[in-house]
């Protein structure tokens, strides 16, 4: 591995500083699961390391009546690892129970997920389907963003020189409101998702329509999406399996997937389709209830 | 504080391994695997892929399982790290070191220390864990020799034991 300078930071204000003195020529280190192996390889090559997980804002993890708020240096451990968080933002803790492997979730971290803005991060379609917003902070002050607005290409993303995320903040859970995430891929662990698929819905009084749906697609297209048009077309309408074949019918049509070595465009947009309708199904259950134990990988 | 410091080169580092308080140089640049085994001369702890797949640098840090080839040395100052040099208590094995060797679920044996560690981890989160929890915890650990079957067995084996020397350890 190539030579660079490490500092440890204990407040924002360091951080946003240091990353302004060594513009262009910083990076920001939490898990460091990314940022070690893409420096091993070459990929990346600071003259500053800026480790930022020390500092408290990155580290808070709080489930309050107005929502949930997770430091971006938050590993994905203490997120699976907090039962009542897990229950009622499900499908968060199903996408960080599968990235990487245990050794990974304890060091992998929310904000280091969304930041390598990876097309198949699994964290980030669950963080879109539970309507997720980003808090930045630089040197102009802080601003806020929906995460599905934050990565604009393959390993791109809207940061500006001297920004970094914060936290991710998340509304409350409506009553009757459940949510999943799953991937496709051809084992059942440690792997990068072929399609991947978030979804959050809200049903009505008698548990039988839709009063809104979201969903976030990985993996099939440049980055990951919310498909706006599946929420539109399932708003309002009865929870069954015209509804949602019909919602893997619009996911399909919304997506751009290339064909690479872990599947062909044709069967990423096949497979889109029948992971929207699971995924769908699996957020309804909750959503009532029901006993819907999912069993990691199955 | 240790681990601190600007200037390139060299830095001290604290860290706490198996027990025993220790200093080590480091440059910024180099792993937790490496000044293991490089510095520490604790070569009981493996390399295999050295970008975070194979699970083979498997180490505990503040109790978590980690892969020591995904940790710079210097972010671990002030932590507690323990290596597969710490399991054994003087010269007994233990349960899962034990179960590992009756059940011969090691070939070349360069995935054991990783895969010890991961165990160790999963036991003390989940004494009496089912197959498909062994097989889930295990999954960031690879091992070309044994089909894993035996690996399994030995995770099932080592919770048995624990478990009665626990008991017997209470009556």
Request: with cysteine.
């Given at each position: ?263 062909t465009r044709e069967y990423r947009i096949h497979a889109t389709g029948v992971m929207v309708q699971r995924v769908l199904e699996m957020a309804v259950a909750r959503a009532r209830g029901e006993d819907a134990n999912y069993r990691v990988g199955h | 504080m240790t681990g601190w410091g600007v200037g390139m080169g060299k ?21 937790l695997l490496e000044v293991l085994r490089n510095t520490l001369e604790l070569t009981g702890t493996k390399e295999g892929c050295s970008n975070g797949n194979c699970g083979a640098c498997t180490v505990l840090m503040n109790g978590l399982p980690v892969v020591s080839c995904l940790v710079l040395a210097v972010e671990a ?95």
């Amino acid at each position: 591995m190539h030579n660079f300078e490490y500092q440890a930071v204990a407040t924002l204000d360091e951080a946003v500083q240091l990353l302004e003195q060594h513009r262009g020529k910083a990076r920001l280190l939490a898990g460091g699961t990314d940022l070690i192996d893409q420096m091993r390889i070459g990929r990346h090559t600071p003259e500053f390391v800026i480790d930022v997980k020390k500092i408290a804002e990155l580290n808070r993890l709080d489930l309050a009546t107005d929502g949930l708020y997770v430091g971006a240096a938050v590993p994905c451990y203490r997120i699976t690892g907090h039962t009542e968080l897990s229950r009622q933002y499900a499908a968060l803790s199903d996408s960080c129970c599968i990235i990487g492997g245990i050794q990974i979730q304890s060091r992998a971290t929310l904000g280091g997920n969304l930041c390598n803005s990876g097309p198949a991060a699994d964290s980030i379609p669950a963080m879109i389907a539970l309507g997720g917003s980003c808090l930045i902070r630089g040197p102009a002050g802080s601003r806020e963003l929906p995460i599905e607005s934050f990565c604009t290409a393959p390993s791109k993303n809207v940061l500006q020189a001297g920004e970094l995320v914060v936290e991710i903040r998340f509304p409350p859970r409506a009553p009757r409101s459940g949510s999943h995430y799953r991937r496709m891929i051809p084992r059942n662990e440690m792997d990068i998702a072929v399609v991947g698929v978030g979804a959050s819905v809200e049903l009505d009084e008698s548990l039988s329509h839709f009063v809104s749906v979201r969903v976030g697609l990985g993996a099939v297209a440049p980055t990951p999406l919310l498909a706006g048009a599946v929420a539109d077309a399932l708003a309002g309408q009865p929870v069954n399996g015209s509804s949602f074949a019909r919602a893997a019918e619009i996911a399909r049509q919304s997506i751009a997937p290339i064909t690479d070595m872990r599947g062909t465009r044709e069967y990423r947009i096949h497979a889109t389709g029948v992971m929207v309708q699971r995924v769908l199904e699996m957020a309804v259950a909750r959503a009532r209830g029901e006993d819907a134990n999912y069993r990691v990988g199955h | 504080m240790t681990g601190w410091g600007v200037g390139m080169g060299k830095r001290i580092v604290q860290i706490t391994v198996n027990g025993d308080t220790t200093e080590f140089l480091c440059e910024p640049r180099q792993t937790l695997l490496e000044v293991l085994r490089n510095t520490l001369e604790l070569t009981g702890t493996k390399e295999g892929c050295s970008n975070g797949n194979c699970g083979a640098c498997t180490v505990l840090m503040n109790g978590l399982p980690v892969v020591s080839c995904l940790v710079l040395a210097v972010e671990a100052a002030g932590a507690e790290v323990r290596t597969i040099e710490g399991v054994a208590r003087g010269s007994h094995l233990d349960e899962v070191q034990s179960a590992f060797l009756e059940g011969a679920a090691l070939q070349c044996g360069i995935c054991t220390p990783g895969f010890i560690m991961q165990a160790e981890a999963l036991l003390a989160r989940n004494p009496q864990p089912t197959e498909e929890e062994i097989r889930f915890y295990l999954a960031g650990n690879l091992c070309r020799c044994t089909g894993y079957d035996k690996i399994v067995r030995a995770v099932q084996r080592a919770a048995q034991l624990r478990q009665a020397a626990q008991q017997n350890g209470r009556s």
